[in-house]
């Protein structure tokens, strides 16, 4: 049982690193504001402007939440090896890519980044088709 409860600790952990680096990022900021905005005027409300525009204010911190959530992640993995590799390079990858500072690099860590992100689902995808294979 307490195993259980720590895998799925270090699961959230994990999640919510993704989700800050994400959200650290401008332009996903920028993404998910106009996608209010399209949701709400599906239900008839028109709404202008960037109804999350305080998010760009809380885009560092959120980074470095994602960064250090990143690292107690991995101090999970290499302590108690519970959670995937798929899962750190996932990770891993949204943390590079949702980098808030040098903006001059930005297409570079989304490169990056979204390497990480493809190796890990080709590993992942190649897992579940090896072993469907057995």
């Known amino acids: 049982m307490i ?19 994400v959200l650290g990022s401008w332009q996903v900021c920028h993404n998910i504001c106009l996608g209010l905005i399209a949701l709400l005027a599906f239900f008839g409300i028109a709404a202008t402007g960037m109804p999350l525009l305080f998010l760009t204010k809380v885009a560092i911190p959120f ?50 980044g979204l390497a990480f992100i493809f190796i890990a689902g080709y590993i992942f995808i190649q897992g579940r088709y090896v072993n469907h294979e057995k």
Request: with cysteine.
């Open 63 to 112: 980074w470095i939440a994602a960064f250090i959530l990143l690292f107690i992640t991995l101090g999970f993995y290499f302590k108690k090896r519970c959670i995937s590799k798929q899962m750190i390079l996932f990770n891993t990858g949204l943390v590079v890519i949702g980098i808030p500072f040098f903006q001059s690099f930005t297409k570079v860590f989304w490169g990056t």
């Open 3 to 21: 195993k259980f409860v720590k895998e799925r600790i270090a699961g959230f952990v994990g999640s919510a690193s993704g989700l800050a680096s």
